[in-house]
């Protein structure tokens, strides 16, 4: 079931910030002083960061940001969606499909968005200029958990539903990374006919779970990285698949607990070494907190490693026979960034997808949308400047 697109505004209620901050003031620390990132969320940071945002961030200043773009809801196959849509400032605009991740939310592609609507106006072709749709994944911020329909695998058939029946394109392009890199990638494959081509930031881990006999030197070198970043930093990865109702309270009550299960992974998969705000402002860390924060999302955010981690036989057989008819067939462009979790050399992407441009950028990380926004968006101007008048 479908509905015509509503405007929507982002308007938390005033009692949900005056709860926040008692929850802030009430924060109980642990004895805990360190002042690294060796262990998880660096003690003495955090408590910096919970000061700050008790006493100088302003979130309604951040939200009246946020309501600056054109947000809509949605009832696409009896989920209610939340997207931001805007119109691309050009002779021929694209449409283009943004997709983010975890734990981040629509927020990844703020600074992409003005970039890629309005080239002209930031320094680049208006020739080159999107019509920009990013939605929040079903279960994150504004939008409905979707626990049915296949999960995670069946995202990519209600975004296509979005950009066809309910936006009227008939044509687009798609950029993703972390869950959005899989749910482009299974936009590609199962709807080749709609989508010009794919950009990507990353490799779905999924692919490593199958490993070929005939592997290079550098596929063997990047799974054992796949591996050793399992065993040393993929236990949050696990736990939210094995038992999301676990660790979903305490977060969903505590304010500052929210924060540093957060925090810790920009800092970890951003280009920013010890000094987090080198990639990233508080005001950034925070706002993407509290979208999480205010829509007491943190629990259904958890559902793509749930459906990934309980997925049946027939379903990995389904998926597969998917890719091996589709993902090849549609032009795909990477832009790999040095300090996100595991960079993939470009023969194990090769075995996947129809790979029409491969960029390895010279700094960035995980959300490279947010960190490097103008390497990004020149890498995808100059990808689909080609496909903008492919025959179908």
Known sequence: MKQAPEPFKIATPDAVLLDLRR???????????????????????????????RNGY???????????????????????????HEHGKGPAPLPLLLTHGYPDSFY??????????????????????????VPSLPGYGYSEARPDHGGVFGFGDLLHTLMKDVLGYERFGAHGGDWGSTVTEHLARSHARSV???????????????????????ERAFLQKIDDFQKGGGAY??????????????????PAGLAAWIVEKFQQWSDCGDDIETSFTKDEL??????????????????????????DPIRIVKEVAKGMIGSSNTPAGFALFPKDITPPPR??????????????????????????????????????????????
């Open 23 to 53: 929850r802030l003031d009430d924060t109980r620390w642990t004895t805990d002083t360190a002042d690294d990132w060796r262990e998880g969320m660096n003690p003495t940071y955090l408590r910096e960061l919970v000061g700050y945002w």
């Open 58 to 84: 302003d979130w309604r200043a951040q939200e009246a940001k946020l309501n600056a773009f054109h947000h809509f809801h949605a009832k696409v196959d009896d989920t209610r969606l939340h997207f931001v």
């Open 196 to 218: 010009v081509g794919i950009h990507l930031t990353d490799i779905p881990f999924w692919h490593s779970m199958r490993r070929p006999d005939d592997l290079s030197h550098a």
């Open 237 to 254: 990865a696990m736990l939210q698949g094995t038992r999301p109702r676990t660790p979903t309270p305490a977060l969903n009550d505590s």
């Open 108 to 133: 990844r592609f703020s600074k992409l968005i003005p970039l890629l609507t309005d080239p002209a106006n930031n320094g680049g072709d208006p020739a080159d200029s999107f019509d920009v749709v």
């Open 286 to 311: 925070l706002t993407n907190v509290m979208i999480y924060w205010t829509t007491g999302t943190i629990g259904t955010s958890f559902q793509p490693y749930r459906d990934v981690m309980h997925v």
């Open 347 to 392: 023969e194990w992407g090769e075995r996947f997808y129809n790979i029409q441009r491969w960029s390895e950028m010279p700094r960035g990380g995980h959300f490279a949308a947010l960190e490097q926004p103008e390497l990004l968006v020149n890498e995808i101007r100059e990808f689909f400047r080609p496909l903008r008048t492919r025959d179908e």
